[in-house]
């Protein structure tokens, strides 16, 4: 990964949305706005991802769950409205949790 801790602008989303490799190749820090709805995001491969850290931020503007899964699809953790999620992997499963907003 050229960029272990580089920024990705929020995205704002029109459905649930699959991340890659290609995706997380070049920043950790992901912000996503749900759109008006609850989405998913799925998280890539574990074991194309043994080491990955993300920082995942809920810029949504209203009570919008983004539910992050891993690829069975289980729930991995779920940030609401301006909360921020850290997530990692050890190439066998994806782990998380889900930082309070202050």
């Known amino acids: 990964m050229a960029h272990p801790f580089g920024y990705t602008a929020a995205e704002t989303l029109t459905g649930n949305k699959t991340l890659t490799v290609a995706d997380i190749a070049d920043s950790n820090m992901l912000s996503f ?6 989405r998913s995001l799925t998280l890539p491969a574990e074991a194309r991802c043994a080491g990955v850290v993300l920082f995942i931020s809920n810029t949504s503007d209203d009570t919008e769950v983004l539910t992050i899964q891993d690829d069975t699809p289980a729930t991995v953790c779920t940030p609401t409205q301006n909360e921020d999620a850290i997530v990692w992997c050890n190439g066998t499963s994806w782990y998380g949790g889900t930082l309070a907003a202050s």
Do not use: F, I, P, T
């Open 33 to 38: 706005d749900c759109g008006g709805s609850a």
